[in-house]
């Protein structure tokens, strides 16, 4: 009887972190989908005619991991997307469009001594992410991802983002 | 009311010809409009909505990429105050609802029993990859109230032409058909007047101005010819009158005396008999002698005679009395308003006296009498023939007399006249049954012994008087 409980405790023991892992995949799945359709629905200024490939970039290999799966084979203005994962610095973010800094790795971004980043869309998920340097931040409302956007500070990254998309954000300009 | 609707003048005819020109015209391009409108209003709604869900669709797309319910929502609740849509639902691309949001007092069990709905349903799509439908579903009240509003504006449109028209067919009829009616009334006018001198004035130098011309042309020629037979029937009349004339004076008069014949003598008898409280003398004079005069010295004399005794006669009597000649040498005359023997008297005897003044014939002298006989209406007869027949009788009895005189009829005569025919027909009777008998008596000599001859007796054996003998 005891060995049985015992069993049993230890299958939900490993069953809880296994499914864990599974919810945080699928968040980073539907956070990398809304960082694809962010992508769909701005314009980078300075968009490089020899430019070959779209690329998404974040410091987390977990995230990249998630995201290159789940865009494999999509297309953001005819380009494929590559997932990287870079450094935070400003040599290797120079390859990016778009910058994610999860939450784990949101004291590399504190730390990273980056000045203002052109043409790169960064988006976290952290409180008070914007302030910190982001231009768009995730949050939960309701069991759902939705997100904040700083239009002021995505055109001063000079990228424009869609009306579309702005109105289903909270926007948080001062 | 009949006759108000009846075709019955050309003004009429004319005011229905416009009219349902005018009708048709109106009937068959508001029936091409009608229909037009009715297509126009199916394809406006369905371009609309497409529109509508065109513009729509953009946002929504980012809406359900971004999976933001709420924002579906508010897209699409402004829809919904479109009249004429009843709900707007937006499904992913496996047709799973997102959202559906449906119209006041509608339900998907409304949806589900109404099959006359139009369904407009666009794919939300980006980057030519498709995410979902947005589908709108309205009913056809857009149409209704568009079709409703098309009725009103096309029966206004209707009675406005109708109206229109009416007035001006009727200034058309009025501007148009004046010459024509002023043709008509001219020609009725000559129909009922018989006044072809009457002219129809030329209002237009059109055909119908042409017609008014040709009509007075015509009016000429039948005045003209009017006028022609006219004196054509007037000599004809005339014509016509002279013959009745002679024809009346060959039926009426004597050609050789120029008096009055037998015929106009018995109807002018007749006709005196049919007056009440009539009273006249007849005369009848039979010439003595005249014979002897007309196998002596022929028969011209004779005619020349009896003209002369015409003459005569008609200056013994008044002019309004009547003088006729009966034929032969016998004359008639009606002295009128006498009854008595003495007035009479005087007349016949200033007849007499006349006759038997000398009458010279181509210088022979000759002289005749006349035989004359009385009587008197109503005393003698109360008709022509008793009158004739007495008159007669009372001419024979002054013939037997000796001639030269006159005589009155009276009863007397008559009886004696009718024993007299009675005796001429029983002796043909008699001569038919051999009642005659012949006796021989002798005749003597002086010496009453020698008979040298004998004279024949013939003697009636009457059956009822016996054996009779004069």
Same mark, same amino acid.
């Given at each position: ?25 699928? /968040? ?14 701005? /314009? ?8 070959? /490939? %779209? ?7 977990? %995230? ?74 995730? %949050? ?35 | ?54 513009? @729509? ?110 007035? @001006? ?156 000649? @009966? ?5 008639? @005359? ?20 006349? =006759? ?81 008998? =012949? ?32």
């Amino acid at each position: 009887m005891i060995k049985k409980w015992l069993l049993g405790l230890l299958i939900s023991l490993w069953l809880i972190p296994s499914q864990s892992v599974q919810a945080i995949e699928t /968040e980073n799945a539907l956070k990398a989908g809304f960082l694809f359709n962010f992508a769909r629905y701005s /314009e980078w200024s300075r968009a490089q005619d020899t430019q070959t /490939e %779209f690329v998404l970039c974040s410091p987390d290999k977990h %995230f990249i991991d998630v995201a290159s799966a789940v865009l494999a084979k999509r297309m953001v203005n005819h380009l494929p997307i590559h997932s990287i994962i870079v450094s935070l610095t400003e040599t290797d973010l120079s390859q990016c469009q778009v910058l994610f800094i999860t939450s784990d790795t949101l004291s590399l971004w504190q730390s990273a001594e980056l000045t203002q980043l052109n043409n790169i869309m960064v988006v976290g998920e952290t409180e008070d992410f914007i302030e910190q340097g982001g231009h768009i931040r995730f %949050f939960l409302s309701s069991g759902k991802i939705r997100f904040e956007v700083s239009p002021t500070k995505l055109t001063q990254a000079n990228i424009n983002m869609s009306s579309k998309v702005l109105r289903l954000g909270r926007v948080v300009d001062n | 009311m009949k006759n108000i609707f009846s075709l019955d003048t050309i003004s009429k005819k004319l005011l229905f010809i416009l009219m349902s020109v005018a009708l048709v015209s109106t009937v068959t391009v508001t029936l091409v409009f009608s229909a037009y409108e009715l297509t126009s209003a199916k394809r406006e709604q369905v371009q609309s909505l497409q529109s509508l869900s065109d513009m @729509l669709s953009p946002n929504i797309t980012a809406a359900v990429l971004f999976d933001d319910q709420e924002t579906i929502k508010e897209l699409i609740k402004p829809v919904l105050l479109r009249a004429d849509i009843l709900s707007v639902s937006v499904t992913n691309i496996e047709n799973q609802v997102l959202v559906q949001l449906f119209a006041k007092n509608v339900s998907q069990d409304n949806l589900n029993n109404n099959t006359d709905l139009n369904n407009i349903s666009t794919l939300l799509s980006l980057d030519n990859q498709g995410y979902g439908y947005l589908t709108i579903i309205a009913d056809n009240s857009y149409i209704e109230d568009r079709i409703a509003f098309y009725i009103k504006f096309l029966l206004f449109l209707l009675l406005s032409t109708f109206a229109v028209s009416l007035f @001006l067919s009727l200034f058309l009829q009025r501007k148009f058909l004046s010459p024509i009616l002023y043709l008509a009334d001219t020609a009725d006018k000559i129909t009922t007047s018989h006044d072809y001198s009457l002219r129809a004035k030329q209002h237009s130098k059109d055909e119908i101005g042409q017609l008014a011309t040709c009509f007075n042309s015509m009016l000429d020629t039948i005045e003209q010819r009017e006028s022609v037979l006219e004196s054509q029937v007037k000599s004809r009349t005339e014509a016509l009158e002279n013959a009745n004339i002679q024809l009346h004076e060959f039926a009426y008069q004597d050609g050789l005396t120029d008096l009055p014949n037998r015929r106009y003598f018995y109807k002018k008898l007749q006709s005196m008999l049919d007056v009440d409280d009539m009273h006249f003398a007849l005369i009848f004079i039979d010439l003595d002698g005249f014979k002897e005069i007309n196998d002596t010295l022929g028969h011209d004399h004779g005619d020349l005679l009896l003209h002369q005794v015409a003459k005569r006669l008609r200056n013994c009597v008044r002019g309004n009395d009547t003088v006729a000649r @009966l034929g032969g040498d016998e004359f008639t @005359l009606i002295i009128e308003g006498i009854n008595d023997v003495e007035r009479a008297s005087e007349i016949a005897e200033k007849i007499k006296q006349s =006759l038997m003044q000398c009458i010279s014939i181509n210088g022979a002298q000759v002289y005749v009498t006349g035989s004359i006989g009385l009587t008197f209406y109503p005393a003698d007869g109360r008709s022509v023939e008793d009158l004739v027949r007495h008159a007669d009788q009372a001419m024979y009895l002054s013939k037997s007399k000796g001639r030269n005189r006159y005589e009155f009829f009276s009863y007397i005569i008559e009886e004696q006249a009718i024993e007299k025919r009675k005796i001429i027909e029983e002796i043909r009777v008699a001569l038919r049954e051999d009642q005659f008998v =012949l006796y021989y008596q002798p005749i003597f000599d002086l010496d009453g012994i020698n008979v040298s001859k004998a004279e024949a007796l013939i003697r009636w054996l009457h059956p009822q008087r016996g054996l009779i003998g004069y």
